[in-house]
């Protein structure tokens, strides 16, 4: 077994992670093979979300997880299987998403499925990612009159503007 690897694939979608929820586009982009697809999740309403190539992964999340946007994202219990330079992994996935602009969050999981490759230059990259949600909610600020957020990341690059504009949501 090819521990070096299985760490390398698991750092490899730790940064994925990350970068989504620190809006670190530019970085991310290193993740993906060029040819990368993903699949995020089913919805009643929305159906699945189909990528295809790494600029459209990437721009779609720049695009939609903007600043008024936190997310956070857990994963965890990956079973991983390489075969040369590919391999195969599935992670349990928790995700609170927090839209300040429409006063909602939503919190759900799934179980994504990957794929990666080895490059020629020795790294590991994703090139398939996708989950099928477990299940999703969506609650809203004005049903929990307490509920106050004092601070996120993106209060001072709020498009508004304001100072504090996160403690004004609640």
């Not at 979608?13 to 089913?42: M, N, P, Q």
């Not at 390489?82 to 998403?97: P, R």
């Not at 969506?138 to 993106?154: A, C, E, I, V």
Request: proline share 2%.
């Amino acid at each position: 077994m090819d521990l070096a690897a299985l760490e390398e694939i698991r750092q490899l979608k730790y940064r994925y992670l990350r970068c989504v929820d620190l809006k670190r586009w530019d970085e991310i982009a290193e993740v993906f093979t060029a040819d990368a697809s993903a699949e995020y999740g089913t919805h009643a309403v929305r159906g699945q979300l189909s990528l295809h190539g790494r600029d459209e992964i990437v721009g779609y999340l720049r695009d939609n997880l903007g600043p008024e946007i936190t997310t956070v994202h857990r994963c965890g219990q990956p079973e991983i299987t390489i075969n040369g330079d590919k391999a195969t992994g599935t992670w349990s996935f928790e995700d609170t998403v927090i839209a300040m602009t429409y006063r909602v969050w939503i919190r759900g999981a799934a179980f994504y499925e990957d794929s990666y490759e080895r490059g020629a230059d020795g790294r590991w990259r994703i090139s398939h990612t996708g989950y099928r949600r477990i299940y999703e909610t969506l609650s809203s600020f004005d049903d929990t009159p307490s509920l106050r957020f004092l601070d996120t990341m993106w209060t001072a690059t709020a498009s508004s503007g304001e100072a504090g504009a996160a403690e004004k949501t609640g």
